[in-house]
């Protein structure tokens, strides 16, 4: 019988170099692209590094890679995830980070210049509306919350998944994935307007506002 484990813990084994699928009821694989998370930042990353004004959030911060070359630049930044693992690899890297769940408390709430919601983080919680109301009500009156997106045609999908290292399936959660097609209509129920969208080579990103 197989193994089930929490999916922060096998997110864990993840970040440690182990190979991991994100797999759907309908037994749909996708490898996570960890490498990518766990690199320097790149040109892409730029486009939002340079976006990121004043005291900057990074909400599912992963091991680090953002919010890092915020903090070597200057900025008050800090990470959250809910992995220890994550949050240990940010911290590791010279930044300041939690474990901590965005819908719990977050230290600076209201206060934030900057939300950022980078490598598909706009999935996290299964549901984008409640997600950026949150997110809106973490920010400043001014600020803004930037977040990565599907490219054109992808709409909006909900999904349960799990994560397989292995032989080892994670418990199954929701989480969404969010088309630059979409998000107009997404941020409107969650009462921020889209300031701009654009794309960096295959990725894709907005700027989100107070409505």
């Known amino acids: ?11 864990s084994h993840a970040l440690r170099g182990e190979v991991c699928y994100l797999s759907t009821p309908d037994h749909q694989r996708l490898q996570l692209p960890v490498a990518d998370w766990t690199r320097s930042t790149d040109g892409s990353d730029e486009l939002l590094l340079r976006l990121c004004v004043g005291p900057t959030l990074d909400i599912g911060c992963g091991p680090g890679r953002m919010a890092a070359e915020l903090a070597a630049r200057g900025h008050v930044t800090l990470g959250i995830d809910i992995v220890g693992e ?9 930044a300041a980070a939690l474990q901590r769940d ?3 408390r977050v230290p600076g709430e209201g206060r934030w210049e900057t939300a950022l919601l980078a490598d598909g983080n706009i999935g996290i919680g299964g549901d984008p509306v409640v997600l950026l ?16 997106l599907e490219p054109p045609g992808r709409g909006l999908r909900h999904e349960r998944v799990r994560l397989r290292p292995g032989h080892t399936d994670s418990t199954w959660f929701t989480w969404a994935w969010v088309g630059v097609d979409a998000i107009a209509e997404v941020a409107l129920r969650a009462g921020l307007r889209v300031g701009w969208t654009t794309r960096h080579g295959h990725r894709w990103f907005a700027r989100l506002e107070r409505s």
């Open 102 to 104: 965005v819908f719990a």
């Open 86 to 94: 994550a949050v240990r690899q940010t911290v590791g890297r010279g």
């Open 1 to 11: 019988m197989t193994a089930t484990l929490p999916a922060g813990e096998v997110f």
């Open 133 to 148: 109301r949150r997110a809106a009500r973490l920010i400043a009156g001014d600020g803004d919350v930037l977040v990565e």
